[in-house]
């Protein structure tokens, strides 16, 4: 009737053959359309770029991207699942340049734009099967099939459409300034992808002579972080309104802050120092010097004097910062603000220009030898050794740069109160990312540097004319109308839309578009509109998606895909695009470390899931931790969570398929209703339904962990105390009465627990479901996961058995240790069990007596006959209020009545007593409180209930506990000789 079900723990096996069923029955596909009609409920996915490998922190992911769209669709909504790919940008351009052999730009233009990306399309499907087959081993249900692709020509002409829209608010514009710059790639980065790579570094930074000009021997001192940028300095600034001082020191005279003399120079050689004279920056202002190194085309605009600005400050260096306006959005300011000269001695990949000794370069090579320089020419007081965080390009690990490039921009600080309205309006897990790390972002926010000067990518719909003309296309039929003669144009990408020109709508002269492409986070946070070709069509399914539900990824994309998505938003529709957002933790090693290739701890995702399976490592994902903690994965860890929570309850299924086959039960013939429900049957049903309630509410609102534990509980009391107590239940003859409503209990309870933990474990829900309900019910739904979410049954709770059998759960325990205590196997009958603090009915003195094996449960009001209380005072509360008198303590809390203070304590009142005049106050977390037994008696305590157990024998116990000995051993061989549990046996003593 039932398919046999072993008890191993080989559950991989298990999902493949669930997958199969799937797979051969399109139950996902089914589950999209289930619910036609019904309440929306959205999810966007983040889209991955297919042209890398998934990791074990994308299992993650998907587990939580999975869990609530599957409890919303059984909760009756229709949930949009769309599955996404990011496809361009520079990973996939620089897969591209490894493949072929090339490195940088001008290699690249060589080869060709065309074929290069033609190149670049084909490797971004390098590893699609490794994702869709890693999505399908974990159960993650998107639409794979009909994905949103965001080099695809309608997701295009959306970003074009949505860029047109911000245009029209004057929120576009090109601005020569200081960018975090790539050499390697050859373009700027926003300012959310350079909060992704920094990185804690050690270089030298030095503190560099500048020759006053027209005096011997006298030197302005200034320091840097950043040697490279010295020879296109042009500029020294101090603040005006701090002191400096003159002074001599050997042969040579010296001009910096005064206040830093002493961190700059060794204590021995300030002794040295000879002070001439103390001026404020104000006065130095205008004071000229020699250039360090000689330009061989000077500038034609003043240069080489001292400036102030107050964003010099006195933390650390010597009070002067040398100024090189190309490098560093201060140096720009100050050279605008004194019409200095624009001295670029940089090129394009970040090496030093043929103006210098060290052309052809990288910069940050060329550290050493300037430094070097300056030693020889004796202009180089000293070079210190410092860590600090540095940005680095977080696509392909090179040291940025800041550097004056001609940059397209969004004005995001013009929507900053927008922003941060919309960011105030997201439901963010965990709440203190809201005015947290994404808060502090936004209040901070900067303009963003949309344009990359590369080849794969949106191309940017800007046109402009000679006379300076601007127009912003933001259609492929305005594209058409607007172009001169005939258009050749087989996709939207370079170097095809690089040959259109149009006709300026302002002048009638010929337009050229501006020949960048748009930063690649722009494509994806276009997604909640491009992926529908909005506004060109699908617009009711837009808007009826918009704002999404739910979204979720990594934390790091707090500043990547998540802020994206709500800059996109705020601009365009004034809100935030999503309303719940869970933020997950990376995933660590065992040992709490970063995995990476170079320590050797990366965890390959197929290792776990083809040796522990796809529902425990879902499971210790969501029971392991909060979802936005670090996760110390471990094939141990996850082994563990499987171990306590699927593998008892698979356990109790395997209990429920044994019993139910053997009698042939047909739950479809019985009625809870009319069973004769014992209390038992009765607590579990209440359980049941109070741990559906519960369930039901965390997930509705984001809490996955604490689902996860109630769950664990519910199973473990399941397993261990309604099976455990009432198997005996399940052995008689026939189908009636006390048997009848164990099968129709056990059998409610898992069917709803199938339903209920679907969304967790979906392959072992399945196996569940099919076996225990589609066996016995054909017309039954195909899978659990067209099912309906189990609903609680307010009738079936009853608070006051809970409470009860919870007071019943607590005495067991406490009663299973004095038996340890006192060395008493639980198989030797005791006479007496004495409880206080605690009062059930007849029925649950039973299931004591039962479980204890004791004679009888006797209530009594005061446990002192049995048990005296040992009392210490608690050092950690005490010694802040009562310190001088802790030594004291002990004793005077000797003599008082254990007891009486144990009862005070339970009713919430305090204890007092005097030490020389001063009144000591007590409360319960005040007092250590230690069970001391009397001879014959064991005693333990919890809270208020305390439980004694008489360990007295008579001969009568004695010979019961040889019995129930002999019934354990004849047990045990039936197990060891591989007895079916309805073999008969025959048993012979010798």
């Known amino acids: 009737m039932y398919k046999k079900v072993t008890t191993d723990m080989n559950f991989t096996e298990r999902e493949k053959e669930v997958l199969k069923y799937w797979k051969d029955h399109d139950i996902a596909k089914k589950s999209f359309t289930l619910r036609e009609g019904a309440e929306n409920f959205t999810f966007y996915d983040g889209p991955p770029t297919a042209n890398g490998k998934p990791h074990i922190g994308h299992v993650l992911t998907r587990a939580i991207k999975d869990l609530i769209p599957r409890y919303q669709t059984m909760k009756g909504k229709s949930v949009l699942r769309i599955a996404g790919w990011d496809t361009h940008g520079l990973p996939v351009e620089l897969e591209v340049e490894k493949k072929l052999g090339l490195d940088g730009k001008p290699q690249i233009e060589a080869y060709g734009i065309e074929p290069f990306i033609k190149q670049c399309k084909e490797s971004v499907w390098k590893y699609l099967h490794l994702w869709e087959d890693m999505s399908e081993r974990v159960g993650y249900w998107v639409d794979m099939e009909h994905p949103y692709v965001t080099y695809h020509d309608n997701y295009i002409e959306s970003v074009w459409w949505s860029l047109k829209q911000i245009a029209s608010k004057d929120m576009i514009y090109k601005g020569h300034k200081i960018v975090p710059y790539c050499p390697r790639c050859g373009t700027a980065l926003s300012s959310h992808e350079v909060a992704q790579g920094y990185k804690a570094v050690k270089e030298f930074s030095v503190f560099a002579k500048f020759a006053v000009k027209g005096e011997e021997n006298k030197y302005i001192l200034a320091w840097t972080t950043t040697p490279w940028t010295l020879p296109s300095n042009v500029a020294l600034c101090v603040n005006a309104n701090e002191d400096y001082t003159e002074f001599k020191f050997g042969e040579e005279t010296y001009i910096m802050a005064d206040a830093l003399i002493e961190s700059v120079f060794s204590k021995e050689d300030v002794a040295k120092i000879e002070k001439i004279s103390t001026c404020k920056g104000s006065d130095l202002v205008g004071t000229e010097y020699q250039p360090l190194f000689p330009m061989q085309n000077p500038p034609k605009e003043k240069a080489w004097y001292v400036v102030a600005d107050d964003y010099v400050t006195l933390t650390d260096g010597t009070g002067i910062v040398h100024i090189a306006p190309a490098f560093g959005e201060d140096d720009a300011r100050v050279g605008r603000q004194n019409n200095l000269p624009f001295v670029q001695l940089v090129d394009a990949q970040g090496k030093l220009t043929e103006d210098t000794p060290w052309a052809g370069t990288f910069v940050k090579d060329a550290d050493p030898m300037i430094i070097d320089d300056l030693r020889n020419r004796k202009l180089l007081l000293k070079k210190a050794l410092y860590e600090h965080d540095y940005p680095f390009c977080w696509r392909c690990d090179t040291p940025l740069l800041y550097y004056a490039r001609p940059t397209w921009f969004i004005r995001m600080t013009a929507v900053r109160d927008n922003l941060l309205a919309s960011n105030r309006s997201v439901n963010w897990m965990p709440d203190n990312i809201k005015e947290g790390r994404m808060g502090n972002f936004l209040e901070n926010v900067v303009d963003w540097g949309l344009s990359r000067e590369r080849y794969w990518g949106t191309p940017l719909p800007i046109w402009l004319c000679e006379d300076g003309h601007m127009h912003v296309i933001g259609s492929k039929q305005e594209l058409l109308d607007m172009a001169i003669g005939e258009v050749d144009l087989p996709e939207l990408h370079r170097p095809y839309i690089d040959k259109v020109v149009i006709k300026c709508p302002h002048c009638g002269k010929p337009m050229h578009r501006t020949s960048e492409v748009i930063d690649c986070w722009y494509d994806s946070g276009s997604m909640p509109f491009a992926q529908w070709h909005y506004p060109f069509e699908n617009k009711e399914k837009f808007e009826q998606n918009f704002p999404a539900n739910f979204i979720s990824e990594a934390i790091d994309q707090t500043r990547g895909w998540f802020y994206t998505l709500l800059a996109i938003s705020t601009q365009l529709f004034d809100c935030a695009p999503f309303k719940n957002c869970v933020v997950l933790g990376h995933v660590q090693d065992a040992d709490g470390h970063k995995m990476s290739k170079h320590l050797g701890n990366v965890v390959d995702p197929w290792d776990v899931l083809d040796d522990q399976g796809a529902d425990a490592v879902r499971w210790y994902f969501y029971a392991g931790s909060a979802p936005w903690l670090p996760s110390r994965f471990s094939k141990a860890n996850v082994s563990e969570y499987q171990r306590k929570f699927m593998g008892t309850l698979w356990n109790t299924y395997y209990f429920y398929v044994l019993y139910a086959d053997i009698d042939q039960f047909d739950p479809t013939k019985h009625d809870l209703k009319k069973a004769q429900l014992s209390l038992m049957d009765k607590w579990i049903l209440s359980r049941l339904n109070t741990l559906i309630k519960g369930v039901d509410d965390d997930l509705a609102h984001f809490r996955i962990t604490e689902a996860t534990r109630k769950l664990t509980d519910f199973v473990d009391v399941l397993s261990n105390w309604y099976i455990r107590l009432g198997r005996d239940r399940f052995w008689g003859k026939g189908m009636e009465g006390d048997k009848e409503a164990a099968f129709v209990t056990l059998y409610t309870v898992l069917e709803s627990l199938a339903r209920l933990i679907a969304p967790f474990v979906p392959f072992m829900a399945e196996s569940m479901y099919q076996n225990i309900v589609r066996t016995v019910n054909p017309t039954a739904p195909e899978s659990v996961h067209l099912c309906d979410f189990p609903v609680c049954d307010e009738s079936m709770i009853d608070e006051s058995v809970e409470?009860?059998?919870?007071?019943?759960?607590?005495?067991?325990?406490?009663?299973?240790?004095?038996?340890?205590?006192?060395?008493?196997?639980?198989?030797?009958?005791?006479?007496?069990?004495?409880?206080?603090?605690?009062?059930?009915?007849?029925?649950?003195?039973?299931?004591?007596?039962?479980?204890?094996?004791?004679k009888n449960v006797e209530f009594i009001q005061n446990a002192g006959q049995f048990v005296s209380y040992d009392l210490k005072p608690n050092f950690f509360t005490l010694k802040s209020r009562y310190g001088r008198f802790l030594g004291r303590m002990r004793g005077e809390m000797q003599k008082l009545d254990g007891a009486a203070v144990v009862a005070a304590f339970d009713k919430g009142e305090t204890v007092t007593f005097t030490i020389d005049d001063t009144e000591i106050v007590l409360s319960k977390e005040d007092v250590l409180v230690e069970a001391v037994k009397k001879e014959g008696f064991t005693s333990q305590v919890e809270g208020a209930l305390t439980v004694v157990l008489d360990t007295n024998l008579t001969e009568d116990l004695i010979e019961e506990g040889y019995a129930r000995e002999f019934v354990s051993k004849v047990q045990s061989m039936r197990k060891d000789a591989g007895f079916d549990v309805t073999d008969r046996i025959a048993i012979t003593c010798q």
């Open 803 to 854: 409470k009860q059998m919870a007071d019943v759960e607590t005495v067991v325990v406490l009663g299973r240790s004095c038996r340890n205590l006192s060395n008493m196997k639980v198989r030797q009958p005791l006479q007496n069990l004495y409880i206080s603090g605690a009062d059930f009915g007849e029925e649950y003195k039973h299931l004591v007596e039962d479980e204890l094996n004791v």
